[in-house]
């Protein structure tokens, strides 16, 4: 997407949307011939610096207002409920529209990171989210969450994806000391 070859010293800019750009990967555990769980992916993608973070889909619909049954039905944020293992887990709430670029606050065509960030889709999301979210027992950090909830809107067959964070890659630096 960057036509980045390897061959030029990249500006920081371009750094920033190079580790920000989203690649969709999926794992079915029934086709593999060795067995991969959620906590090996986890690992992996922590050691990897071309990971930037990892998000496991709970709900995929091709409207926003049937995620929230569709993962409460699944039970992927079961934990954050009131009376979960994490119900006292904080928790934040954000959207990336990948489709229509009138959606988004830049209202430039291809985004990637923070230029994907859509203030409308957020404000549809919380209202199509509510029967869920009122079901979480911790609070809503939006500096420092232990848990980021997702809608990717466009990501994949231009419908709407419920996800969660589950893992980062190292923090790394241009230049290290």
Not at 58 to 63: E, G, P, Q, R
Not at 120 to 137: I, R
Not at 143 to 171: E, H, Q, W
Request: net charge negative.
């Amino acid at each position: 997407a960057l036509k980045y070859t390897g061959q030029a010293v990249m500006t920081d800019v371009n750094i920033e949307q190079f580790n920000e750009a989203m690649q969709y990967l999926e794992f079915p555990t029934e086709t593999l011939p060795v067995p991969i769980s959620t906590n090996d992916v986890i690992q992996a993608a922590q050691r990897c610096s071309l990971v930037n973070a990892l998000y496991e889909v709970i709900a995929s619909a091709d409207d926003v207002h049937d995620l929230a049954p569709l993962a409460i039905q699944d039970g992927g944020f079961a934990d954050l409920y009131r009376d979960g293992e994490n119900g006292q887990m904080t928790w934040c709430f954000r959207a990336r529209n990948y489709r229509d670029p009138s959606m988004s606050d830049s209202g430039r065509e291809k985004r990637y990171g923070s230029r994907a960030r859509s203030m409308a889709l957020e404000k549809t999301g919380l209202n199509a989210l509510k029967e869920l979210l009122l079901l979480f027992g911790g609070k809503v950090d939006l500096l420092n969450p232990d848990c980021k909830i997702y809608i990717f809107d466009g990501l994949v067959d231009k419908s709407m994806t419920l996800t969660r964070r589950i893992a980062s890659g190292p923090k790394v630096r241009s230049i290290s000391p």
